[in-house]
């Protein structure tokens, strides 16, 4: 997260995550731009983030990109990725959304300094990325 401390200091404007997922490569869908092992770690990827950004003076909030995973034959431009927290029949991914009530029960406390943000590191998936996107 020094990324966010690094703009505040040079602006001095609080920072708001305007958009951000975290893929699985799974149910025949790419694995999106941050991808986690599996559905358990993408539940553990959301806390790390989500709380690691809150832990900073600088955060106003972060935005999920997509509610629903991209359709399998692509959207339009062909992307179709594992990134919603339902899939397209509207099955929510179980881990995902515990981990979001987990995280969003402690948003004020861990921004106000009260707790300390969650901080186990998600496993990345081994689909092609070129690294690790969790070293923050």
Partial sequence: MWQLDRVYRYTGRPVLIGEFHIGVPANGLGAGLVQAKDQTERGIAYRYYVEQAASLSCFLGAYWFQWRDEPVMGRGDGEN?????????????????????????????????????????????DAGTPSSPWRF
């Fill in 81 to 125: 990725y594992n990134i919603g927290f339902v899939d397209v029949n509207d099955r929510p991914y179980k881990e995902l959304v515990e981990a979001a009530k987990a995280t969003n029960k402690r948003l004020y406390d861990v921004h106000s300094g009260r707790v300390l943000p969650f901080n186990k590191r998600p496993k990345a998936s």
